[in-house]
């Protein structure tokens, strides 16, 4: 490995977040926090749990970060071609399209990626703090990591609380609390982005779209011409298709199957 591959921005960024997760538990066990109440008691048992949640929701940022968020293969197998058939159940108005950059055929519901090059099946964005795209692959991944990692820093934000005692003079409180003063704002300002991220999440898996969909959809062709969603199929299918792959099936058949029951609605309204 080239020493300049350790300085780029993949690298920097996983360890700037490895670095201050255990910088910000660090603080938490070294001031008068109840971590440290609890270990003087000999209740080792919840400062454990806290550190393996917070392992965990590390192995799990590490997991979204580095693993392939579902891209298009330039150069797909013989089985991963678009067969005729499933290219004729696309509507003629929304043809698959290929890619100007990757020279790929892109997939209903794929994004060519310009930071990651590539293109993405069912993407979602692109995560400047992954520095990865959310795709269909690592998706489910995402969703777990925001819920665990909001369970961590909400906790961290009662432990850092419990650890700032206002009744000393300013200049000594300061000195002896003033990280974990710090601790608790940068804490607070986590946990406010982790809920905000993982209620529009969940809100977008119920309804089965994505947010380069729910933001760009009066510019993407196979929304832009369907008056709802072709792709929602109640909440119930929506949450086990995306967590469980069940029901099974490409984009292109679920477009094809809303477009027949449009049909049909439209035919019994006549």
Same mark, same amino acid.
Request: overall charge negative; proline content about 6%.
């Given at each position: 490995?080239?020493?300049?591959?350790?300085?780029?921005?993949?690298?920097?960024?996983?360890?700037?977040?490895?670095?201050?997760?255990?910088?910000?538990?660090?603080?938490?066990?070294?001031?008068?926090?109840?971590?440290?109440?609890?270990?003087?008691?000999?209740?080792? !048992? =919840?400062?454990? $749990? +806290? &550190? /393996? %949640?917070? *392992?965990?929701? #590390?192995?799990?940022? @590490?997991?979204?970060?580095?693993?392939?968020?579902?891209?298009?293969?330039?150069?797909?197998?013989?089985?991963?071609?678009?067969?005729?058939?499933?290219?004729?159940?696309?509507?003629?108005?929304?043809?698959?399209?290929?890619?100007?950059?990757?020279?790929?055929?892109?997939?209903?519901?794929?994004?060519?990626?310009?930071?990651?090059?590539?293109?993405?099946?069912?993407?979602?964005?692109?995560?400047?703090?992954?520095?990865?795209?959310?795709?269909?692959?690592?998706?489910?991944?995402?969703?777990?990591?925001?819920?665990?990692?909001?369970?961590?820093?909400?906790?961290?934000?009662?432990?850092?609380?419990?650890?700032?005692?206002?009744?000393?003079?300013?200049?000594?409180?300061?000195?002896?609390?003033? !990280? =974990?003063?710090? $601790? +608790? &704002? /940068? %804490?607070? *300002?986590?946990? #406010?982005?982790?809920? @905000?991220?993982?209620?529009?999440?969940?809100?977008?898996?119920?309804?089965?779209?994505?947010?380069?969909?729910?933001?760009?959809?009066?510019?993407?062709?196979?929304?832009?011409?369907?008056?709802?969603?072709?792709?929602?199929?109640?909440?119930?299918?929506?949450?086990?298709?995306?967590?469980?792959?069940?029901?099974?099936?490409?984009?292109?058949?679920?477009?094809?199957?809303?477009?027949?029951?449009?049909?049909?609605?439209?035919?019994?309204?006549?």
């Amino acid at each position: 490995m080239a020493p300049w591959a350790l300085l780029s921005p993949g690298v920097l960024v996983r360890t700037g977040h490895t670095v201050l997760t255990w910088g910000i538990t660090l603080v938490l066990f070294l001031h008068d926090t109840a971590l440290r109440q609890w270990e003087e008691q000999g209740e080792l !048992l =919840l400062p454990l $749990t +806290f &550190l /393996l %949640l917070v *392992l965990a929701s #590390l192995l799990l940022y @590490l997991a979204v970060s580095l693993m392939d968020p579902g891209y298009v293969n330039v150069q797909p197998q013989p089985q991963e071609e678009v067969k005729e058939e499933q290219t004729a159940m696309v509507p003629q108005a929304i043809p698959l399209r290929h890619c100007r950059h990757c020279l790929v055929l892109q997939p209903l519901r794929a994004r060519h990626c310009r930071d990651c090059r590539r293109c993405v099946r069912r993407f979602d964005h692109h995560c400047p703090w992954m520095e990865n795209c959310v795709g269909e692959r690592n998706h489910p991944l995402f969703v777990a990591y925001l819920a665990l990692q909001l369970v961590v820093l909400l906790w961290g934000l009662y432990l850092a609380w419990s650890g700032l005692h206002f009744s000393q003079p300013w200049g000594l409180w300061l000195r002896s609390s003033g !990280l =974990l003063f710090a $601790t +608790f &704002l /940068l %804490l607070s *300002l986590f946990s #406010l982005a982790a809920s @905000l991220l993982l209620a529009s999440h969940l809100y977008l898996v119920a309804s089965n779209t994505t947010t380069w969909e729910f933001i760009s959809s009066h510019r993407i062709a196979y929304l832009r011409q369907r008056p709802s969603n072709p792709f929602d199929r109640g909440l119930t299918r929506n949450l086990t298709h995306f967590f469980c792959g069940w029901p099974s099936g490409s984009w292109e058949t679920l477009w094809a199957e809303g477009e027949d029951e449009e049909e049909e609605g439209r035919s019994q309204a006549v």
